[in-house]
């Protein structure tokens, strides 16, 4: 057997052996078990119905019927700079899981060619000859020991992380946006009733005053209904600071300029509902397996994946590197008669570093405890996640309560001034208890309103602790269009803009294939 054939023997077992063994660890999930125990009370109730069904929670600021509040979020989620970020990160990890794909394939392919002429001068005479020679050449690195593989289960682990941070970010954007409209709405409200009393106040004053200078009222009362009256005036100008600031971050979510929300939240177009004054939540899935679907649990449940992968590919290191190189080439000159003479040559080459196992087995140890801390991170942020969820149950149990006692203590205040009043036009009160009834009106009713609104709030906290709000966007919604038609100009970027994003729902439990084609 001639040599060539021994080394194309030789080649074809490398081939067959290819893919037999899978340096490092494989991706074992953390544990989570406890969170089957987990129950959660909203409205002093226990959740206990189960579905299988997604969570009715994706378009939970639908609920309200306001369609101002509706209309604001579909804008956010595309015009709001951060989600846009986020999109370019998944569209960037993207292109680094087609990268990691590609090593599968020969990594070298070189083609190179040249050409000379030469002119020699020698006594009286002149002589020239011209020279050339053209090559291929192709060189695989075989994936012997798995390091490509683990690189490319690390590269699609890490994208399905970055696409489920845009997830993430959008349950973050709807609720923020959601919060701070429900701020801005009671601001508003609160403005009115103020300045509903400021002009109930500003009549008393006038009657006072008038009484006064008739000599039918004393000084004393005219000043008390002059204080309460301006008092009242008074904190006017904080609200509309408030009202102002609260429209200032609404623009900034939605990449509008300041001056353009406050008329369009203030301007005759925007007739919003009336505020809900309570608004049950209604949910029929089990905390447990709702905290397992939001996407900042599975964003870092998919980084412990990626991590696990590292570490396989640092203890590919230990094992030699094993190729299959190939030439051919052609080459002639014009001083002989002779053809060009062709050159073609194939074989395996054997890299292997013997003297730097230190380097190596640190380096694997730091990347175990890379996996350690993203292990930690994980179980941080499942706790935090049913510490938000019991925070805003709580939050919506007091609530309620309060809006229920507020209630009947604004009825029991109004009802008190009316007394006060008939009691002073008819001379059985002085006027001190007019001003303190009407006080305490205006102070019961402002505060049945901002707890009405701290409803509202612990509503949109509490979806937003379960994970609502995000939806299995494509790409190009992720995207304007005008951004990735620029990004294709300048980079052809192919089918990555268009191929499906994938379900980052999936157990990263076993190897994932890679979702994207190497381009």
Known sequence: MTLHKRLSVAAIWV?????CTTV???YVPPDDSWLDALEISVYGESITVVTESESEATLWWRQFNDPVLNALIEEAKTENPTLRIAGLRVLEARALAAAAGSA????????DASAAYAKRSSGPGESGFSSWDAGFSLGWELD??????????????????????QRDAQVLLAATVADIYWQYRVTEERIVILNKNAELQSRSYDITR???????????????????????????????????QLAN????????APAEMQKRLSGSAAKPVPIPSSHRVELTVLPATLIQRRPDVRASLWSVAAQSAQIGLAEADYYPSIAIGGSIGWSGNSLTSQDSSGLLGVGPAVRWTVFDWGRIANNIRIQDARLQQTIEVYRNTVLNAAREINDASIALDKTEEQRVLLGETVEAAERALEIASTRYREGYADFQRVLDAQRVVFTQADRKLQNDGQHLRAIVAMYKALGGGW?????????????????????????LQTLPVGDEQASPIQSVPSEVESK
């Open 15 to 19: 081939l067959i052996l290819v893919g």
């Open 249 to 256: 971050a609404l623009s900034a979510l939605l990449g509008r």
């Open 210 to 244: 008038q009484m006064f200078e008739a000599g039918q009222q004393s000084e004393l009362d005219l000043q008390q209904a002059r204080t309460q009256y301006l008092a009242t005036l008074a904190v006017l100008p904080s609200l509309e600071q408030g009202a102002g």
């Open 471 to 495: 939806s299995p966007d494509a790409m190009a919604d992720m995207l304007p269009t005008s951004v990735l038609q620029q990004m294709q100009k300048r980079s052809d970027w192919g089918e």
């Open 24 to 26: 490092g660890p494989d």
């Open 144 to 165: 012997f020991w798995g390091r490509f593989q683990r690189g490319i289960e690390s590269a699609d682990a890490a994208y399905f992380a970055s696409l489920a941070n």
């Open 104 to 111: 599968l394939y020969p990594q070298a392919q070189t083609v």
